[in-house]
């Protein structure tokens, strides 16, 4: 789960690229690597990178991100039934929605983030009462709210992917959390922080309008209030917005042939149905499945770890792969409480010690750290800072040797991984086409201990389409490479419909309308413009969270922390020193949100090694490698803060050590 960098590889657009725009091949820059940096001859880099390149253009499409279907904004009713609630039971508390009703913020989201902007709000003087959080869930959690497949697990590190351990005394079970604890986390923290009784669940946050006259935002939503009866419509108002929806709410599904014809039994992954399966999160005994012959189509993320499960309990499973996932080890163990003591909870500040330190190793600083404090695959993948960014600043003067650099540092690793296949899986046939022939930065990667074993079984086959995909789905089953598969259960796991360019207000599925009626969609699709990552002009008292322009590592959440905190010292200061004046509006003036994204696009180059990556969410499914160079240029202001997290973190403490709110017009009346 959690693939966090959306939206990172729209700086394929990146100014270093102009070159690949204008015919240069992406990879033959490689070929000057330092070979004996790696230990790879010249004639061995050329092969690995021609056959990235070969496996490449097997995976292209004319349609590139259009092969999806969006199941959240679909007309189709038949299938955003696939995206129905299994977890409500009518049970949780909520808010009820009542017309007219005014709050001091109302933040959308009651995930990770949506959860730590109240903590942080909380935490600078506001009241719980002063706070509303909307979802569409009937609980907090978010991701973990919806997601609770068999299997699901965190793939970063839990001592740093989840939130305030610290401030909670909280020991994680497992060196990598499994669903329900993280689930659970989230719960622990509305009821530490007194706000578990501020949320409003069950609602669909679907307009808002900014009123210069009220210096508030009108905000039309819609709550479905259990048990079965009709929704509630209602329009209230909000001193302040934050929209925080996370980056996997949208599943998606590829617009197969014959997609609503199938009679069996079928779910989308994100909404695992264990009425089907049998089991339950708690209890995953899928016995079910038994006498069930079982297809799942896809081999991201969500695969690699549902399908051991899978494995174990289907009658015969099969395994339906367009592009082989990279599978690294996971050494997945439980949390020694000795360990815990006397190594990782060490004292006042540990926990975001530990981030700056992940951070630091996956970011290839330099020189690195002394000690490796996670010390797993991740924060052993420096050249992860391809896609993310990092503190070694890239211009075009370097940006070949950074690519360069890049290739060199993960050929290595790339290569071990493919050996590790060929280790483990049996069947040599299969086993090659487990193989991931691509840049390790190109797709998230996955880590298990579990799932390529599982192709050991006799009862699970692998399906691999050569990069095709699936053909057509029929009455009873499948068909790829030509040949029909007969299926009595089929599971989609074709992931969520994440692009860094899609505005706040598309990935909130509502309409925003800021001053003079401006339309929020309608300004990113001129460029994405923002101050921080946050804010945007002519939008005041509205706050948001990247991913486009904000530090990125492979962990979200101290990213999110870190923007909470922002936030919540950008408004409380300024309610301070508004005083009883009367009610302050916060916006970034024009020049300061275009100042912030030239320095953006300024640093681009860094992420120059996406380019000729295999399609993935990453690059728009290939697309972004045909953009012009003026397209590719506009679209690097998608990109992250270019020096990595670390650096962004830095840079918003000191700006707020300031005090002066440089970039801001704040008025009051």
């Known amino acids: 789960m959690m693939p966090v960098d959306s939206g990172i590889a729209e700086a394929s657009a990146s100014p270093s690229e102009e070159s690949l725009a204008n015919g240069t091949k992406p990879h033959p ?6 070979v004996s940096s790696n230990g790879f001859s010249a004639s061995k880099i050329q092969n690995i990178h021609q056959k990235y390149a070969e496996e490449r253009s097997k995976r292209l499409r004319p349609d590139g991100m259009a092969q999806y279907i969006n199941l959240t904004t679909t007309e189709n009713q038949s299938l955003k039934r696939l995206l129905e609630d299994k977890w409500d039971d009518g049970s949780a508390p909520s808010l009820t929605l009542e017309e007219g009703a005014h709050y001091k913020i109302i933040i959308v989201g009651a995930g990770y983030g949506g959860i730590l902007f109240a903590v942080r709000l909380l935490d600078a003087g506001f009241k719980p009462k002063d706070i509303v959080i909307v979802d569409t869930a009937a609980g907090f959690g978010g991701t973990w709210y919806w997601n609770r497949y068999p299997g699901l697990m965190c793939d970063v590190e839990s001592y740093i992917y989840m939130p305030l351990l610290e401030e909670t005394g909280y020991m994680p079970k497992h060196k990598y959390s499994y669903g329900e604890e993280l689930r659970e986390q989230a719960n622990r923290i509305a009821k530490n922080w007194s706000f578990a009784d501020r949320a409003m669940f069950r609602t669909m946050f679907q307009r808002c309008c900014w009123n210069e006259d009220t210096r508030t935002w009108a905000v039309e939503m819609t709550q479905q209030q259990p048990p079965n009866s009709q929704p509630v419509s209602a329009k209230v108002h909000a001193d ?40 339950s999160q708690e209890d995953p005994t899928l016995t079910n499945l038994q006498d069930k012959r079982v297809g799942i189509i896809g081999t991201g993320a969500t695969a690699i770890q549902a399908v051991p499960q899978l494995a174990k309990w289907s009658k015969h499973l099969y395994v339906f792969q367009r592009t082989p996932s990279s599978v690294d080890v996971r050494n997945q163990r439980a949390t020694d409480p000795e360990e815990w003591a006397q190594k990782i909870a060490t004292g006042p500040g540990w926990q ?137 259960v089929l599971i989609f796991a074709m992931g969520f419909d994440i692009s860094g360019r899609q505005s706040p207000a598309f990935r909130s599925g509502a309409q925003i309308l800021g001053r003079g009626g401006q339309c929020l969609d309608e300004k990113w699709s001129r460029g994405i413009a923002t101050l921080h990552g946050i804010t945007t002009n002519g939008f005041p008292n509205f706050f948001f969270v990247g991913p486009s322009q904000t530090g990125v590592s492979p962990n979200y959440t101290p990213t999110l922390d870190t923007l909470a905190r ?37 640093g681009a180059a860094v992420l120059a090694p996406v380019a000729g990556c295999t399609p993935s969410y990453y690059n728009g499914e290939g697309g972004k490698d045909k953009l012009s160079a003026e397209e590719k240029l506009a679209g690097a202001a998608a990109g992250p803060w270019p020096l990595g997290l670390n650096s962004y973190m830095d840079l918003l403490q000191e700006w707020r050590d300031t005090g002066d709110f440089s970039g801001f017009d704040i008025s009051v009346a």
């Open 240 to 279: 302040f917005v934050a929209l925080i929806p996370g980056l996997l709410n949208r599943p998606k599904i590829s617009n197969f042939a014959g997609l609503e014809t199938f009679q069996g039994q079928g779910f989308h992954a994100a909404r695992w149905d264990y009425k089907i399966t049998g089991g």
């Open 29 to 34: 820059v490689v070929e000057t690597a330092n």
């Open 352 to 488: 975001m010690a530990r981030n700056r330190n992940f951070i630091s190793m996956a970011s290839n600083a330099k020189p690195r750290p002394s000690v490796d404090m996670v010390s797993d695959g991740w924060s052993a993948f420096p050249g992860f800072c391809a896609l993310t960014g990092g503190p070694n600043a890239v211009t075009m003067e370097n940006v070949a040797d950074h690519v360069a650099e890049m290739h060199s540092l993960d050929l290595p690793r790339s290569e071990r991984i493919r050996t590790r296949v060929d280790e483990v899986v049996q069947d040599k046939k299969v086993a090659e086409n487990l193989k991931p022939w691509y840049a390790g930065w190109c797709k998230r990667p996955g880590f298990h201990d579990e799932y390529l074993q599982a192709f050991n079984l006799p009862q699970v086959t692998l399906v691999d389409t050569g990069g095709k995909g699936v053909q057509e789905i029929t009455k009873t089953g499948v068909v790829a490479n030509g040949e029909h598969f007969d299926l009595d």
């Open 566 to 602: 922002h936030v919540a010292f950008i408004i409380s200061e300024n309610l301070k020193n508004a005083g009883d004046r009367g009610k302050v509006a916060i916006e970034p003036t024009r020049a300061a949100e275009e100042a912030w994204a030239a320095r953006i696009k300024a």
